[in-house]
């Protein structure tokens, strides 16, 4: 494994899909942390408020798009607000089940973020570090 990250973010309001995410992750020992949440607005709160000033800006996230309350929708609009250069110290993943022509066109509208399909696989997982993080 070429890339080891520093830190790895799960949002999803799916406690089985982030327990399942986190092992794979750790069976992969692709990170020295996972950090899981189940709600994107506690995610973001911590990982980009005011409290931190985005000093532990995560090297990658995964972010459901159904979620109660903010959806992946909305943080991906909360994560294109930030500065660029912070912007750039984390890649930005949609996991989701969505197939939907809709969820996809909306997501391509931000340039920098991956769009992968549940499940999270070794496969998927290695695809992604070698495009964004060689």
């Known amino acids: 494994m070429s890339a080891n990250l520093n830190h790895i973010v799960l949002v999803d309001d799916n406690e ?3 327990f399942l995410n986190n092992r794979l992750l750790g069976r992969l020992a692709v990170a ?3 950090s899981t949440f189940s709600r994107a607005d506690e995610a ?27 959806s ?11 500065p660029q250069p912070v912007q750039d110290k984390t890649v ?3 996991l989701t089940t969505s197939m939907h022509g ?8 931000y340039p920098n973020v991956e769009y992968l399909t549940k499940p999270l696989t070794e496969e998927k997982m290695l695809k992604l570090l070698e495009k964004r993080f060689q």
Request: no cysteine; proline share 4%; charged share 20%.
């Open 102 to 109: 809709a969820d996809t066109a909306r997501v391509a509208k």
């Open 44 to 70: 973001f709160e911590q990982l980009w408020g005011s409290a931190n000033g985005g000093s532990s800006a995560p090297d990658l996230v995964f972010v459901d798009l159904k979620m109660p309350g903010v």
């Open 32 to 34: 020295d942390r996972v």
């Open 92 to 94: 930005m993943a949609v």
């Open 16 to 18: 089985t899909t982030s």
């Open 72 to 82: 992946g929708f909305e943080f991906l609009e909360l994560y294109n607000a930030l």
